[in-house]
């Protein structure tokens, strides 16, 4: 992988890892919410653990590979 295919990637990864917070925080405000939208809620934590995937999978493509 050459330099600018790992700052492509951290771009990504810092682009997704904003999402997860903001997904976070909207789950949370909707979990405080008197009545809150269950559809709209299971949505959301969906997307989360996707983003949580493509996080770990962009992470495991940054970080080398060591051998012990």
């Known amino acids: 992988m050459n330099n600018?295919?790992?700052r492509e990637l951290e771009a990504e990864l810092t682009r997704l890892q904003q999402e997860h917070r903001d997904l976070d925080a909207a789950i949370?405000?909707?979990?405080?919410?008197p009545a809150p939208?269950?559809?709209r809620l299971q949505r959301l934590k969906k997307r989360k653990l996707l983003l949580r995937d493509r996080?770990?999978?962009i992470e495991d493509q940054i970080t080398p590979d060591i051998i012990a």
Not at 28 to 33: E, F, M, N, T, Y
């Open 4 to 6: 600018e295919d790992e």
């Open 28 to 33: 949370d405000a909707l979990h405080q919410s």
């Open 37 to 39: 939208d269950l559809l």
């Open 55 to 57: 996080i770990a999978f």
